[in-house]
């Protein structure tokens, strides 16, 4: 069974700056693309970013030059670095991964749980 697990999430002040992780574990063969999502009160799930097993990044236009995303392959994990956080990043934000296991025959799509990200003076 393959588990994504979070981390980072809390208060931050106007301008401030947070740090996501996400690990996957479990028997795993490959992970294709991670990435994480957002959700706020009200709202849809909307991609922030994702990165490919290469490296390859793609942003939200609202996240551009704020946050960064990276991944280390070798601990199956992705971060999400948020700098000059605003209220409207306020969210529960979601890891996503597409990973190959002996679970299925094809690629499937792994959620976390979610970890609140509250942007407030």
């Known amino acids: 069974q393959v588990h994504l697990v979070e981390s980072g999430g809390g208060l931050v002040q106007p301008g401030g700056s947070l740090r996501l992780s996400c690990a996957a574990s479990?028997?795993?063969?490959?992970?294709?693309?991670m990435g994480w999502y957002r959700q706020a009160p009200g709202k849809q799930r909307g991609l922030v970013a994702h990165?490919?097993?290469?490296?390859?990044?793609n942003y939200a236009d609202s996240v551009k030059g704020r946050f960064t995303i990276s991944r280390d392959n070798a601990k199956n994990t992705v971060y999400l670095q948020m700098n000059s956080l605003k209220p409207e990043d306020t969210a529960v934000y979601y890891c996503?991964?597409?990973?190959?296991?002996?679970?299925?025959?094809?690629?499937?799509?792994?959620w976390g749980q979610g970890t609140q990200v509250t942007v407030s003076s």
């Open positions: 996503n991964a597409l990973i190959s296991s002996p679970a299925a025959l094809a690629p499937k799509n792994y």
């Open positions: 990165i490919t097993s290469d490296g390859s990044t």
């Open positions: 479990g028997t795993i063969f490959s992970i294709y693309v």
